[in-house]
């Protein structure tokens, strides 16, 4: 039992270490982050630019063969990639929906051409891509998608036109392409009847309309669709075969969404704590405070632990897989909990926002309120927990009354 | 990265596995219960024989020579089948204690034995106070122990006795003169605990100095093992509630259908993958000797408490009225759960050594 890399690991990390240090600027504060003062075009022709480099190097997608530009390299070494990126100051959160999870669903269904045309802009990021899954009446129960898809003409044209209504999209404000799910049969069961599209976000009758979260940030979008033009030959996989497609791109999910509710928060409340003084004594001696820095210790880190093993089994070729359900589940428990519990020990003066009160209590009140989202994100905790009963435990499913009914006969609301 | 056991040792608890489903049965475990004997000795013979014993401690004292990573898959394999033997007491405690403190001569004299089960030890080597009961300091003059200990567990089968008196460390024979015990009723019949007055009874010095140092060192060893055997018994009384839940119906369908049922099936499964996760970095730190120990041997404490606590609760809630019987295993985990959770020190002990680790204070 060790956390050491195997000889080819180490080597590789050594590899990728030289690249990055060749360039790029490494992280020296851990709040130093990249691009303070670029504004958003800015901040994305140098996102852009960084990914085309990387690119060149082969490190844009290093699972992938290289003949579809990638590195031919192991899942373990994508992570070791990523483990050392972080040490250094690089554009982030505009590539990870786009090859993270897009481009892998097409480079898994799409046709010859569809690959030929997509994966090689993509990759050196002068695409970015976005997935639009989620509606108003479709969140954790996502087969009751209701954008319709109807093919141009009485006997079946070679268009489809696309309307109905997206939302939670991530950075569709600066996609240029997204994979869409749309309803193409309505006389079928709801995850029967559904199929998935390529779509141009750029195309006439497509609007974007950011949504302003409870935290004041905007990464999210509305998307509205009214008669989107879509050719045939930018359908992706077969007709009503959408919902395995997309069953598969949340799977892509799964595991790089466990690494990032690791973290030292319990490092921050110890600092606040012996800061902060109630009655004349440093709150850090209060037994309920100690209680509640051990308790945060015990879950963050207890969550990158489950995540090591995870790697451990990566690193052997095996694919963790539901098990990752249970790091979500507590990890963003305890953004929220951890959270809430440091803005507390600052009394009233604590309800002051950090801008006034101090850069120290900045990262503890954001995760306190986006903790709140966390727990909804990828999937609520109750629908984690439905995963964990399932998937792993072997429990039957939920009562569902409609699952051999026609969509266009199911009641909405 | 390989944080998890290689194969090797994977087989290994395998092997165990297979031999303790064979001879800790229920009715074994159940025979200790009821009072019919101080520990299941079949199952305790059959440890010795597989090696489990002395997996940990030097082939020329009669281990095996392999390791702490082994005897943490050895104590999870117990812990799942509520194994009612003394490996707390005689292997994680006073072997390790012994093998730790004592000269060759005097690991030559007790150890072979420990790890043949020809011999059974226990220790009492906690330096604070946390007592509901009266007892009196250990006071050591010369080679002369002056002490009363309540709790000890396997007091009454127990051959000798490490103790904790000062920063020394001495080993007391039980049946020597000047001991006198009596049994105490445990809350868990299947580890039973005793009551050990010493009346300047004669020692063995293992440590005139430095003994605290190592009492420190063998219970957060002994938190990391008793960790595993949490995670082992945490799971068992988990898959024993899901089983149940699956093969229940009640309004028409298996309750295990019932969001409410689970998702209290999921959160115990969480609680055990987090403990898991503590228990795994303990065994590191144990084994490879790391500066991290004491907060890792804590935090696996804390989180293996937690699940193991959880899922003998609610395992046992999941069974309802069946489960309160006398007759179902869920009482055997309810026990064991507290018992473990309290034996070398309770949650706030540990919390309050975990926390003065993490804020980087001295105790």
Redesign the interface.
């Known amino acids: 039992m060790d956390f050491n890399d195997t000889a080819a690991e180490a080597s590789f990390r050594n590899e990728v270490r030289a690249w990055l240090a060749a360039n790029a600027a490494p992280r020296v504060g851990a709040e130093d982050k990249f691009g303070d003062g670029l504004d958003h075009a800015a901040y994305l022709a140098a996102a852009k630019e960084w990914q085309a480099r990387k690119a060149a190097a082969g490190y844009a997608a290093i699972p992938w063969p290289r003949e579809m530009g990638g590195l031919g390299g192991t899942p373990a070494q994508q992570i070791i990639y990523a483990q050392e990126e972080a040490r250094f100051l690089v554009p982030s959160l505009v590539f990870e929906v786009s090859l993270g999870t897009a481009l892998p669903t097409v480079a898994m269904w799409g046709t010859d051409e569809q690959k030929q045309r997509f994966l090689a802009p993509a990759l050196k990021g002068e695409d970015i891509w976005c997935q639009m899954f989620s509606e108003p009446a479709a969140g954790s129960d996502l087969g009751n998608v209701r954008t319709r898809a109807v093919r141009d003409g009485d006997d079946g044209g070679d268009d489809w036109l696309l309307t109905g209504q997206k939302v939670w999209t991530s950075g569709a404000h600066f996609a240029d392409y997204g994979i869409v799910l749309a309803r193409t049969d309505w006389d079928k069961p709801k995850s029967k009847g559904l199929t998935m599209f390529i779509m141009d976000m750029k195309a006439p009758g497509v609007e974007v309309r950011p949504i302003r979260q409870a935290t004041n940030d905007a990464h999210f979008n509305e998307v509205f669709m009214n008669e989107v033009r879509i050719p045939d030959t930018m359908r992706l996989g077969a007709e009503d075969q959408g919902w395995k497609i997309m069953i598969g791109t949340l799977m892509q999910e799964r595991f790089s969404l466990g690494e990032q509710f690791g973290g030292d928060l319990y490092n921050r409340l110890i600092a606040l704590a012996k800061q902060v003084r109630w009655g004349g004594r440093p709150a850090i001696q209060n037994d309920n405070v100690r209680a509640g820095i051990v308790d945060c210790y015990l879950r963050q880190f207890g969550v990158e632990l489950i995540v090591k093993r995870g790697m451990s089994a990566i690193s052997r070729g095996e694919s963790p897989g539901p098990e990752m359900a249970a790091v979500k589940l507590v990890g963003a428990r305890a953004f929220q909990t951890g959270g809430a519990l440091a803005v507390e020990l600052g009394g009233a003066e604590g309800l002051i926002a950090a801008q006034d009160l101090g850069q120290q209590w900045a990262l503890p009140q954001t995760l306190w309120l986006s903790g709140a989202g966390a727990r909804i994100a990828g999937g609520t905790d109750q629908i984690q927990k439905n995963t964990i009963a399932e998937r792993i435990l072997g429990l039957p499913g939920e009562i569902r009354t409609d699952r051999n009914v026609p969509f266009r006969d199911l009641e909405s609301g | ?6 194969e090797d040792q994977r087989r290994l608890q395998e092997e165990v596995r297979r031999m303790l489903t064979t001879h800790s049965t229920s009715a074994a475990v159940r025979r200790v219960l009821e009072g019919a004997a101080t520990h299941d000795d079949g199952t305790w013979q059959q440890l010795a024989k597989l090696g489990a014993l002395g997996v940990a401690l030097p082939e020329r004292h009669g281990g095996a020579g392999m390791g702490l ?1 082994e005897l943490c898959l050895i104590a999870e394999e117990a812990g799942r089948a509520l194994a009612a033997v003394p490996l707390l007491s005689s292997i994680y405690m006073s072997a390790e204690a012994l093998r730790l403190a004592a000269d060759d001569a005097q690991q030559g004299e007790w150890l072979p034995r420990l790890a043949s089960g020809q011999a059974i030890g226990t220790a009492m080597i906690a330096q604070d106070d946390q007592h509901a009961l009266p007892g009196a300091p250990a006071k050591l003059d010369g080679t002369h122990l002056t002490a009363i200990f309540n709790a000890v567990p396997d007091g009454m089968v127990a051959d000798v006795l490490v103790a904790l008196a000062g920063d020394a460390l001495v080993l007391v024979e039980l049946a020597g003169k000047g001991v006198t015990r009596s049994a105490q009723t445990s809350l868990d019949p299947t580890r039973p605990l005793a009551r050990i007055a010493c009346d300047t009874a004669p020692v063995a010095v293992l440590a005139a100095s430095g003994g605290a140092a190592i009492a420190e060192r063998v219970t957060d060893g002994a938190a990391v093992l008793l960790a595993f055997e949490q995670v082992g018994g945490a799971e068992r009384a988990l898959y024993a509630a ?1 089983d149940f ?2 093969e229940r119906i009640a309004f028409g ?2 309750i ?2 019932f ?1 409410a ?3 209290q ?3 115990m ?2 609680a055990v ?2 403990a ?3 228990a ?2 303990g ?2 730190a144990l ?2 000797g790391a500066p991290e120990l004491p907060r890792a041997a804590a ?1 696996a404490r ?2 293996a408490t ?1 699940a193991y606590t959880l899922c003998a609760e609610e395992g046992l809630h999941l069974h309802g009225g069946i489960g309160f019987t006398s007759d179902m295993d869920c009482h055997l985990h309810l026990r064991r759960a507290r018992w473990l959770a309290q034996i070398i020190g309770n949650r706030f002990w540990w ?2 050594r ?2 003065r680790e ?2 980087g204070e001295d105790a």
């Open positions: 990265m390989n944080f998890d056991f290689d990573l899901r839940a699956r369908r298996p295990g259908g969001q049922v689970k998702h099936l999921a959160e499964y969480t993958e987090l898991r996760g503590h795994y970095y065994a590191w084994a490879t935090a804390l989180a937690e919390q309050e975990l926390a993490l804020i």
